[in-house]
């Protein structure tokens, strides 16, 4: 047994020292061949400069090697690692190479999900919306999004969203939603916050096919919204009212009514924070967040009250939008927290967690 235990050990160092060496020769090459594109590349630049053309057999060249993904790789690094002394030159290069990456886009299009995904990501990384027209190589890439690879798709987003076209990122997000792959609503959120394009224009777009949408996704663009434009109170009001609407969906909605005030809403806000039901705790506790920016005596009365629940979200909600109207807690606990143990409990929390937070900052400084 002790004998069979060692050759097991032998064995992995074996193995761990092999594939060390495959890694460092696998760098070793990729190094070479940047190496030897960044010597191709700079020739080319410097024939810009010069007032030449670049050659024709260069754009050849790339077409016929950048089709492998490791030669693709040292493209890459290539670029990455040019630093160039006449940007226009090298803007001039960079927006020459259009008709080569439109041909690459289509090849990759038929590789497999990783190659493709790679080519994405290159795509994003250098930034290519700023040096050539990408209305050829977008839609291409929006095919990408039928792969059956996440990964994939992620990294097509991501070039999409550079490119700054809303309705290719509209079409993009209708095709990843068909697809029922699942991609988590925040990725989906930042991803849409990153959009180099108009905003508005896109939030319009999208707007006009959210019903279209699973709920997944209309909550993703629902958050968006909320980050970007004001401009949509009477939309969100009408989903927060509607009963029929998806709970997340509803309490995005609330969240929007804390960020921009609409006085239409206050009530309804007021009525969720209202609301004994154990059950509907999270629009209590959402709604008590949004109050912190309405002014007003039935606005205080409810946080006041919101403090006597038995829900510690609740609770802690509604003592931070009362610390936004300026109360006092040493006051306040004189009005809700004599007798009540959760408002007393949470009024202290409050107090030493505020009393921490002013002593880090004091050490800090």
Avoid at 97 to 109: E, T
Avoid at 196 to 223: A, C, P, Y
Avoid at 292 to 307: F, H, S, T
Avoid at 325 to 331: E, P, Q, S
């Amino acid at each position: 047994m002790l004998y069979g235990y060692g050759a097991v050990c032998v064995g992995m160092i074996i193995f761990n020292f092999v594939y060390n060496m495959i890694l460092k020769g696998s760098d070793s090459r990729l190094k070479k061949r940047s190496k030897k594109y960044r010597k191709k590349v700079t020739q080319q630049i410097d024939r810009i400069q010069d007032g030449q053309e670049v050659q024709k057999k260069h754009f050849s060249y790339l077409e016929k090697r950048l089709c492998h993904v490791h030669n693709l790789m040292a493209f890459d690094r290539a670029l990455e690692n040019i630093t160039p002394n006449d940007e226009q030159a090298f803007a001039k290069y960079m927006g020459l190479l259009q008709p080569v990456m439109l041909y690459l886009a289509g090849v990759y299009q038929k590789r497999d999900n990783l190659q493709c995904a790679y080519f994405a990501y290159f795509i994003e990384k250098h930034n290519l919306k700023n040096y050539m027209n990408m209305d050829g190589i977008q839609s291409v890439m929006i095919e990408y999004m039928n792969k059956d690879s996440l990964y994939c798709r992620i990294n097509t987003l991501q070039a999409l969203y550079t490119f700054g076209d809303e309705k290719s990122v509209t079409e993009a997000i209708s095709i990843l939603d068909r697809s029922d792959s699942f991609m988590h609503e925040k990725i989906l959120t930042d991803g849409l916050l990153s959009f180099k394009g108009n905003h508005n224009k896109l939030i319009h777009m999208l707007w006009g096919k959210i019903e279209d949408f699973s709920e997944r996704v209309q909550l993703s663009i629902l958050n968006y919204i909320r980050f970007k434009s004001g401009d949509y109170c009477e939309e969100m009001f009408a989903i927060m009212q509607d009963k029929s609407k998806d709970k997340e969906i509803r309490l995005s909605a609330i969240r929007y009514f804390g960020k921009y005030i609409y006085e239409k809403a206050k009530e309804p806000l007021i009525a969720f924070v209202s609301d004994k039901n154990p059950i509907h705790w999270e629009y209590a506790a959402i709604s008590a967040t949004s109050l912190a920016r309405y002014e007003g005596e039935d606005v205080l009365n409810v946080l006041m009250e919101a403090m006597h629940s038995s829900n510690w979200y609740v609770r802690y909600n509604a003592s931070i939008s009362l610390e936004n109207h300026h109360l006092n807690y040493r006051d306040l606990i004189e009005v809700v927290g004599g007798k009540d143990r959760y408002a007393r409990e949470m009024i202290m929390y409050r107090l030493d967690s505020r009393r921490l937070e002013q002593e880090d900052k004091g050490a800090a400084t």
